[in-house]
């Protein structure tokens, strides 16, 4: 049986704390585990909290593959993450949750039906109650429809909070209905998504047909493009995404190539234009202060190590990953609400 097969029971821990990563003070960030930020295993606990899992899948892809081999490139990078505080957060939150690194789901490369049934079991087991949450790591885009499938089966109808490049929500692509362009779509009709609470931000670039953006706003999606941040700021993005979301359940998606190429060039579909790092992770931070936030589940996906200068794009997307389970655990009250007035009062 594969590492991270939910079916396999955990081992008993010896008392009630969350077990830590390695601590870097004893063994350097280079050497031990190749979990992610040498977090525990599921094995080595008897419960969590949240898992991270890696999903190894690329054949939905329509452009450069190479999204397979992510989980096994941001873990590596996460190995240069110091997670025992985040400041911005203003929490430790290895100390709050047990967050284990539930490996990857062993998935066919060769037929996209089987590989998200198949994705889809695995974060059903490994979710397992309402108390557990997922971050995944992809992996193409493909994946995020059997994961959202499995959280809406715990939480009921979520607001997608979508950070890509792109809409993902075309029909169909070479007669597959099901690609990393049409996971939204899917999802939508599938009524996993909550009515008029999802948003897209970082959009960019040309399109096929302006179809497409009549057919996205049917489905109850508003839009940021990259663009408006010049106008809007990053503050009042943050604001909109937040009173869009109101107090349903958020699962949070975030493809890297929301990153301009300059700051994530190891990715499968490039375009001009996009976020800066700094915005990415100014708009993630800034969602912490919405009040009774349920943020169910997530994603990062995208990363193609094989087109990647210097672990660069590996790195952005370890650190949305971490930031990721952060807000899990702030929004688990792990630590007392974090003021933010700087968005506060904007119109919706």
């Not at 059903?124 to 992809?138: K, Q, S």
């Not at 692509?173 to 909550?194: I, K, N, Q, S, W």
């Not at 999802?198 to 047909?209: A, E, F, K, L």
């Amino acid at each position: 049986m594969s590492r991270g097969s939910a079916s396999r029971d955990c081992d008993p821990g010896t008392d009630d704390r969350p077990v830590g990563p390695v601590d870097a003070t004893k063994v350097p960030r280079f050497a031990g585990p190749g979990t992610f930020a040498r977090l525990p295993d599921c094995y080595q606990v008897d419960d969590y909290d949240i898992a991270i899992l890696g999903v190894p899948f690329d054949g939905g892809t329509s452009y450069r593959p190479g999204a397979r081999f992510g989980p096994m490139g941001v873990r590596q990078a996460s190995r240069n993450l110091r997670p025992g505080f985040h400041v911005e957060l203003d929490v430790a939150p290895l100390t709050r949750l047990q967050v284990v690194d539930a490996g990857d789901v062993p998935v066919t490369p060769y037929g996209i039906a089987e590989a998200v049934a198949q994705i889809e079991a695995q974060a059903r087991d490994l979710l397992g109650g309402p108390h557990r949450r997922i971050v995944a790591i992809g992996g193409d885009h493909t994946v995020a429809l059997p994961l959202l499938r499995a959280v809406a089966a715990e939480h009921g109808p979520v607001a997608l909070v979508h950070f890509d490049a792109h809409l993902d929500t075309w029909n169909t692509y070479f007669d597959e209905p099901v690609t990393h362009g049409t996971v939204f779509r899917r999802a939508f009709e599938a009524g996993l998504l909550a009515p008029d609470k999802s948003i897209h931000v970082g959009i960019r670039g040309p399109i096929y047909d302006r179809l497409d953006l009549r057919d996205d706003a049917s489905f109850g999606f508003r839009v940021i493009r990259a663009g408006d941040l010049d106008v809007l700021g990053v503050d009042e993005a943050a604001a909109i995404v937040r009173r869009r979301v109101g107090d349903a359940p958020v699962y949070l998606s975030v493809d890297i190539d929301v990153l301009d190429p300059v700051f994530a060039p190891g990715t499968g579909t490039p375009e001009m234009g996009g976020l800066t790092s700094r915005e990415l992770l100014r708009l993630l931070r800034l969602l912490r202060g919405l009040d009774g936030l349920n943020l169910v589940g997530g994603d990062v996906v995208e990363v193609a190590p094989a087109y990647d200068s210097a672990e660069v794009t590996s790195l952005a997307a370890a650190t949305v990953v971490f930031d990721l389970v952060t807000l899990m655990v702030k929004s688990r009250g792990g630590s007392a609400a974090v003021p933010v007035a700087a968005v506060d009062g904007v119109e919706a």
